[in-house]
């Protein structure tokens, strides 16, 4: 056996006799029992932040230009004129500026 399965068997067998089934376990008992055992051979994944900061990816300026380029796009769909079409590439623009 490799180092990591006895480890693993060693860690199994301190679990087993630290909670030996007997008449008054409950079923909550059992269940840990069943969870320590199973995270102890197979751990579950966890959730891994590869993020090195803690800041918003785009900052509130961004996002307020964003939501009021969709707000004109909206417009500019309904009215078809070509004023709000002029105000709707502009605001994308800018948008696109700012997220550069």
Do not use: W
């Not at 006799?17 to 008992?29: K, W």
């Amino acid at each position: 056996m490799e180092s990591t399965e006895r480890s693993q068997m060693k860690n199994l067998e301190q679990i087993l006799v630290r909670n030996s089934p007997n008449a008054t376990n409950t079923f909550e008992d059992m269940r840990q029992i069943y969870l320590d055992m199973l995270n102890t051979l197979a751990p579950s994944p966890q959730k891994i932040s590869i993020c090195g900061n803690n800041r918003p990816h785009k900052s509130k300026d961004l996002r307020e230009a964003i939501m009021k380029s969709s707000r004109l796009k909206r417009i500019a769909n309904i009215t078809d004129s070509d004023k709000s079409i002029k105000k709707c590439k502009r605001q994308k623009g800018l948008v696109v500026k700012m997220n550069k």
